[in-house]
């Protein structure tokens, strides 16, 4: 899984019809002290996640194993906000 | 997912049998600034997307998970055509 | 999927056994220019392509999706010849 | 698989209710030498390592043959921890 | 598929049990002139390769699709020997 803040949406009203319902969210990735690398990508979201959070995302078949994407032709997947990480017993995040 | 913008289309007509029938279509991906990166992919086209559109496309497994691409030897698919994107609530791009 | 250049074979008498009949290709990749990029790939043949010819590859678990490489860990597959593509309209590449 | 050290964990309590339970870990990628190389990754713990051990973790639907894994959308898991390694039949490290 | 030379071993007793018996190899990739690209990976061994010998292998789902790997958190398999490969005509590399 990688590190990503939500920036932003993509709208898409000609799809194929399996991805009715889903919402696609705009994530710029972050590094371990949650600064933005410049990579993009498009996920979609399955926890409810808003522009602003940080998240993690996880990639290619696994991103089909939540109930929204279950079957559907989608390659990323926002699975969970993220509250806070460490690194080396020292905290990089927090979203409090 | 990534974005990309239909740039062509590659013609072959000796294939792998399953495949007949698939468009393929050649994508130039997009960043979130609808500026071409340099990357380019050869992807299947499951919602009848044409040349200049801007389009999601899905990679890896996923991209069988539609209609025309069950079970077919094809690692990328044309999943939607964007109407519009929004990064920090200003719009980056819409088709309109 | 990628386009690509035949450049060569590879010879491996000792191997997984479900890979016996199996053909393997050294491909080279090309840009949309027709030029290569200087990356390059083994995969299997599943259309009979020969040295020189210009071709697509499907990869991952995409590439398991022919008769020759159904259940075999083979993780790239030539399933098309390519005729030629267009970019913007304009012919990039021809096999005539 | 790639080798890597623990550096922290990442804590999320908004989630895809399929990854209840599981421990996600903060990785650094090492190269052979045992330098780390920049590139980080965030996995599922499937052999209880602590911060400060190396490890080896698999990537994409590999990452799901595991217990804790399974059928779950995670595409990254610690599967091992390293006793040592050797290249050229030198040890280019040990946890002894 | 890429090519590569099996540059040294990884040992590993605290592991997942479905990962019991598999023997890790490590391995420098190599271009098609035979010289390493300095990138490496660990991969689980299908057909008895040892240290100094050229090899392929195969990532992701694919890898597990060998009677070592099956169902396995393995996600690269050494699945053949080379015994040689050509470019334009030209032989780059021979065990003999």
Known sequence: MQLARVTGTVVASRKEPRLEGLKFL????LNT???????????????????????MYASGSSARQTEF?????????????????????KEHFTNE
Chains 1, 2, 3, 4, 5 share one sequence.
């Open 26 to 29: 705009l994530l710029s990735q």
């Open 33 to 55: 002290d949650n600064k933005e690398t410049g990579t993009y990508i498009v996920a979609a979201d399955a926890v409810g996640a808003g522009v602003g959070e940080v998240v």
């Open 69 to 89: 994407t279950h079957e559907r032709p989608c390659d990323a997947v926002v699975m969970a906000i993220v509250d806070s990480w460490e690194v080396e017993g």
